[in-house]
């Protein structure tokens, strides 16, 4: 009888183990992956009503997307409209945001003041010089400076009067992200507003396809039919 029981309480200590581990496994496993279901339904982003297409650092389009109704933007994309700084520290995992540079490194790499002006539309423009430096993870990036005037009736910033883009090797480049410890790097003009009459230096950053082909810099008006220009090529070598 005695060898009876101790079987009946083994046998149920094995069953006991056997639904913790039931019970207790998928929700350890949770913690690590998730399945969820994106919704894709050609979302739109617009800052201070101007359109922005979203694109990743080789100049692709990400679409937003949707799960269980919360709607998930890239951040590289959002940063770049609002003129953020973004860095990723791997030991914490989080994204840093920064309004603006502040730190005492300085870029590395060459830099170019020679400059290239215009008038585009209701705001006069110039590409004021480059500056050759990396991003937060040491790969080779631009710093772009511009300088614009709001000749307009209306309080505006660059990012909802003018569109600026770089290319190299004729492919356009996609936002590099800056450590923030760079002193040399100030994002936050470029979604500054300016009254009419005003003037203003930005400065966005572009990552390089490479560190020795030079880069063309372009400078448009925003939603406008006109097709003038403001271009300059700057060499990085």
Same mark, same amino acid.
């Given at each position: 009888?005695?060898?009876?029981?101790?079987?009946?309480?083994?046998?149920?200590?094995?069953?006991?183990?056997?639904?913790?581990?039931?019970?207790?496994?998928?929700?350890?496993?949770?913690?690590?992956?998730?399945?969820?279901?994106?919704?894709?339904?050609?979302?739109?982003?617009?800052?201070?009503?101007?359109?922005? !297409?979203?694109?990743?650092?080789?100049?692709?389009?990400?679409?937003?997307? !949707?799960?269980?109704?919360?709607?998930?933007?890239?951040?590289?994309?959002?940063?770049?409209?609002?003129?953020?700084?973004?860095?990723?520290?791997? @030991?914490?995992?989080?994204?840093?945001?920064?309004?603006?540079?502040?730190? @005492?490194?300085?870029?590395?790499?060459?830099?170019?003041? #020679?400059?290239?002006?215009?008038?585009?539309?209701?705001?006069?423009?110039?590409?004021?010089?480059?500056?050759?430096?990396?991003?937060?993870?040491?790969?080779?990036?631009?710093?772009? !400076?511009?300088?614009? !005037?709001?000749?307009? #009736?209306?309080?505006?910033?660059?990012?909802?009067?003018?569109?600026?883009?770089?290319?190299?090797?004729?492919?356009?480049?996609?936002?590099?992200?800056?450590?923030? &410890?760079?002193?040399?790097?100030?994002? &936050?003009?470029?979604?500054?507003?300016?009254?009419?009459?005003?003037?203003?230096?930005?400065?966005?950053?572009? @990552?390089?396809?490479?560190?020795?082909?030079?880069?063309?810099?372009?400078?448009?008006?925003?939603?406008?039919?006109?097709?003038?220009?403001?271009?300059?090529?700057?060499?990085?070598?």
């Amino acid at each position: 009888m005695k060898k009876l029981n101790n079987l009946k309480w083994f046998s149920l200590g094995v069953a006991v183990c056997l639904l913790v581990s039931v019970l207790f496994v998928p929700a350890f496993a949770s913690s690590l992956t998730k399945s969820a279901d994106l919704v894709y339904n050609n979302i739109n982003i617009s800052l201070n009503g101007t359109a922005i !297409t979203p694109t990743d650092a080789s100049g692709n389009t990400v679409e937003p997307f !949707t799960i269980d109704g919360t709607t998930y933007l890239p951040v590289r994309a959002i940063a770049n409209a609002l003129g953020l700084g973004v860095s990723w520290d791997g @030991s914490t995992n989080t994204v840093a945001l920064t309004s603006s540079a502040s730190g @005492s490194s300085s870029s590395t790499g060459s830099t170019s003041s #020679s400059s290239a002006s215009g008038t585009l539309g209701n705001y006069a423009v110039t590409i004021k010089g480059i500056s050759v430096t990396t991003d937060y993870q040491s790969n080779p990036a631009v710093i772009v !400076t511009y300088s614009w !005037t709001n000749n307009s #009736s209306n309080t505006l910033s660059f990012a909802s009067a003018l569109y600026a883009k770089a290319f190299q090797n004729g492919i356009q480049l996609g936002t590099a992200f800056i450590s923030s &410890s760079n002193s040399n790097y100030d994002s &936050s003009g470029y979604i500054k507003e300016i009254k009419p009459g005003a003037s203003l230096d930005v400065q966005i950053a572009y @990552s390089l396809r490479d560190s020795k082909n030079s880069i063309d810099v372009e400078v448009t008006q925003l939603l406008s039919t006109d097709k003038t220009v403001v271009t300059k090529t700057f060499s990085i070598a």
